[in-house]
């Protein structure tokens, strides 16, 4: 009977106890909301995002952090790795050229364009796979083109800052 009654006092005491670090667990964490709405009015856990991107984006742009393809190529013959010493720009020769290529390209597909991009923007609406679509507008259309009539059936994605 005598150890009976000292379980039962255990049992109170252990069930008082895990009710009081029951509790103080509910406090702590109403303590942590009210921190995390408040870091949430003062969008700190985006600038924290935007910091940490940041921080990655300098380290692969300085080749710091290398990633092939990006900011480290692999040589032709397999290795070791090459990074590139400067961007590699388009003189004006060639812009012009290229621009004046965008006027053919225009000029030429201007009948099939524009019925290319209608079924491409019809698929798109329909919710439908546009793969098949964009190859074939691709023929006949400039990357710009097709991105305009996709923005007008989907819209355009702007980042909030």
Known sequence: MKTKIITLLLVAFATITN???????????????????GAMETMYQRSKIQEESLHYE????????????????????????VIPEEVIRATEEEKKYQITMLDELHKGNEGT????????????????????????????????????????????????M
């Open 19 to 37: 009710a009081q670090n029951t509790l103080d667990a509910v406090v702590v964490s109403e303590e942590n909301k009210e921190a995390l709405i």
């Open 58 to 81: 300098t380290l692969k742009h300085t080749g710091e952090y290398p990633i092939i393809g990006v900011n480290t190529f692999l040589n032709k013959k397999g290795s070791p790795t």
């Open 113 to 160: 364009s524009a019925e290319k991009l209608k079924k491409v923007q019809e698929a798109a609406i329909q919710n439908e796979n546009i793969f098949g679509l964009l190859m074939n507008a691709a023929k006949v259309c400039s990357l710009g083109e097709i991105t305009n009539a996709l923005f007008e059936v989907g819209g355009q994605y702007r980042r909030n």
